[in-house]
Structures are given as structure tokens and as C-alpha cells.
């Protein structure tokens, strides 16, 4: 007579038990493509911005955006828009993907790079001071080693921007060692404003001639948002 088999309750523990393992190896190795699949569209949209920022140079006689300060003027962002493929709808930048990294922690946050808005008076000065007017390219003695963007970071000082002139549409800038991500300040003007662990512990930047490269926060240093070296 034909007997119909099935799994034994044992077998089926032992089944699931093995499906258990093998998540349990290989959820931390898929979370970890996954980082890094976000810092790869983090860098693309650096890049992206970096484009805009030398159309933007072409179109003003090579100056680029620094700082903002009491909500005079235009953010950078605000002045590259004109570049970017995307565009705002009903001034909400909601719409610019190119704006946003997707590990920025929260989703409404529609700016998550901050631009080099820090002026220094000579090689030894070690504070600085914010820039509000543009600077010309050829001011840059080494653009390869120039930071103009790095990751924002994210916290309760920090501003979500959802519109172009949303409070702290002026502080996303960096020109205080305050701001540097190895800086435990976390004033609303004076704080750390670069991200000190957006991917692994460190940020993306875009550098001066426009290629992008992970910076670890104990390795960036003021030296690289001098414009004069």
C-alpha cells in the first residue's frame, strides 16, 4: 500500500532552524550593501551638485557660492537649482532627490550637505570666520584638496529644510571649528554641522574640482577648507 509522506515535526524544526542561521549570517552582510548602496547615491548626487556648481561658475565668471549669514541673500542651493535637472515644486524641494542622502535620518530633510562658507585671514589662523560673499575659482590654490560640500548632520540643532527659505535655510554652511564632526557642540549656530558618522564614521565630500571622496571625521581637518593652503 502507498504511503503518503510529509516532514516529521523534527525535521521541520531542524529546516526552520537552519533558515534561523543562515539569516542570522547573512542579515549583517545584506544591511552592510545596503549602507553602502546609500553612500554610492550619495556620491552620485554630490557629483550631480558638482556639476551644477561648475555650470553655475561657467554662467558668473567662475565664482561659486560660499556662506549665508541673517538670512541675507541666496542659500547655494537655492542658486543651483537653475542646473539641476529636478526642480521645486511650489518652492518645496521636497521634489529634488539630488539634494537628499538616503542615509540622512530623517526622510523630510530636503538639504543634507552643507558648503564650505569658512574664510581665513592666513595659513595660521586657526579659527576663521564665515564668508558671505562668492569666491572666484583661481582663488583656490589646490581645488583637489579644497572641501566645498560635506554631509549635514542630523540632530535636534540642526534644521529641517522642507522650502527654500525655511528656518535654517542660512545655516548650511561651515565656518567654525564648531562645525567640524569631531566637535561635541551642539548649539544652534555654533555646533557641529558636518555629519561625524553618515556613512561608516566619516562623510562624503565634494572637493573643489569636483570629484567626491569619503573623509573619516578624525581626519578632517581644517586645512582642507582653506581656500589659500
Aim: hydrophobic share 40%.
Amino acid at each position: 500500500m502507498y504511503r503518503r509522506r510529509g516532514f516529521t515535526l523534527i525535521e521541520l524544526l531542524v529546516v526552520i532552524a537552519i533558515i534561523a542561521l543562515l539569516m542570522a549570517i547573512l542579515m549583517p552582510a545584506l544591511q552592510r550593501v545596503r549602507k553602502q548602496a546609500k553612500g554610492v547615491v550619495c556620491k552620485s548626487n554630490l557629483r550631480q551638485i558638482g556639476l551644477a556648481a561648475n555650470l553655475y561658475a561657467e554662467e558668473y565668471d567662475q565664482y561659486v557660492p560660499r556662506g549665508l549669514a541673517g538670512g541675507t541673500g541666496k542659500a547655494w542651493f537655492q542658486l543651483f537649482m537653475p542646473f539641476l535637472a529636478q526642480k521645486p515644486i511650489g518652492n518645496d524641494y521636497r521634489t529634488v532627490d539630488i539634494y537628499r542622502c538616503p542615509s540622512y535620518p530623517d526622510k523630510e530633510q530636503t538639504v543634507c550637505y552643507v558648503v564650505n562658507g569658512w574664510d581665513f585671514d592666513n595659513k595660521n589662523d586657526m579659527t576663521g570666520s564665515e564668508i558671505l560673499l562668492p569666491s572666484k575659482l583661481s582663488e583656490c590654490t589646490q581645488r583637489a584638496y579644497t572641501v566645498f560640500l560635506a554631509d549635514n548632520e542630523d540632530g535636534t540643532w540642526r534644521h529641517i529644510i522642507r522650502k527654500a527659505n525655511d528656518p535654517g535655510h542660512n545655516r548650511c554652511d561651515v565656518w567654525t571649528p564648531g562645525h567640524m564632526p569631531t566637535s561635541d557642540s551642539q548649539d544652534v549656530t555654533n555646533g557641529r554641522r558636518i555629519a561625524r558618522a553618515r556613512h561608516r564614521k566619516g562623510s562624503n565630500c565634494l572637493f573643489l574640482d569636483w570629484h567626491v571622496e569619503y573623509i573619516a571625521a578624525e581626519d578632517m581637518t581644517l586645512d582642507i577648507w582653506r581656500f589659500e593652503k
